[in-house]
């Protein structure tokens, strides 16, 4: 363990912190956080941790949702301008005008949203979650916002509901085009091909599996096959190879990076437990507000 990761063990001994990582942060941080995973694990992992300070290596949107179901403890965030693009991708003028048009509705809010959106949206749901809770849902109308490409694929799936899409999208998934796929296909023709559902719809339908980065690391580690593309951020890449040593993973584009994730760096998570800065506030009755989109998720998912 170099000094760095020393000095981020002692302080977080020192504070009585936990750190929270996503898989698209840098390797570094993946290396030392005592919790790695996708958005759906990482909120579980919040709300069950007792430590008192949750560092939260990750965007925005993450920090606010553990902050948002865990009141009394103190979030910080290694870089107050790590932010999700998507998560802004809405405005309430827009979700309130769908609720005016449409009896029967259910506003289903991807995780990946700010704290203002998850407050006028009746569930929240991440990629690994969104099917089982859609299709549970009494609602016919389904308003699926801000991400569109997964709205698109869990409407594909569940033709009984009508649903209306919003136009958000993730500028890394968005990148990855049909076109790539089919070439790193012809270049690799063993390798099975393993597709995020942020990714256009034309893209998901080459997939021979589609899931949250979780559901990508597990399908790889249990296939048989030992070649795989790979089709969302490479951050994903360090727990492939480190649960796959002898598999091999090829990336399908070149700009599969999310700089937003990237900006977490060890050098920020040391700075922020020394100095216990960029720690996360939230408005009371805005938190109970999202709060409520949040205990729903967690209530039918479980
Ligand atoms: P998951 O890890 O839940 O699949 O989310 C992907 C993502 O884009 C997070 O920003
Ligand atoms: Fe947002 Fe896309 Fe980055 Fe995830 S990968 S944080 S959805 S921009």
Known sequence: MDNLAKEIEELKRERNAVLLAHYYVDDAVQEIADYVGDSYYLAKVALKESKDVICFAGVSFMGESAKILNPDRTVIM???LADCPMAHMVDLDKIQKVRDEYDDLAVVCYI???AEIKSYSDVCVTSSNAMKIVKSLPQKNIFFIPDENLGRYIGSKLPEKNFIYNDGFCHVHTSITADNVKKAKEAHPDAEILVHPECTMDVVELADYVGSTSGII?????????KFIICTEMGVLYELKQKNPNKTFYSVGHRQFCPNMKRITLEN???TLRDMKNQVE???TLRLD???ALDEMLRIAQ
């Open 78 to 80: 290694p870089d107050q």
């Open 112 to 114: 990946n949203s700010t």
């Open 218 to 226: 597990d399908y790889a580690t249990a296939s048989d096959a030992d």
């Open 269 to 271: 998570v040391r700075d």
């Open 282 to 284: 939230l408005d009371e």
């Open 290 to 292: 999202a709060k409520k």
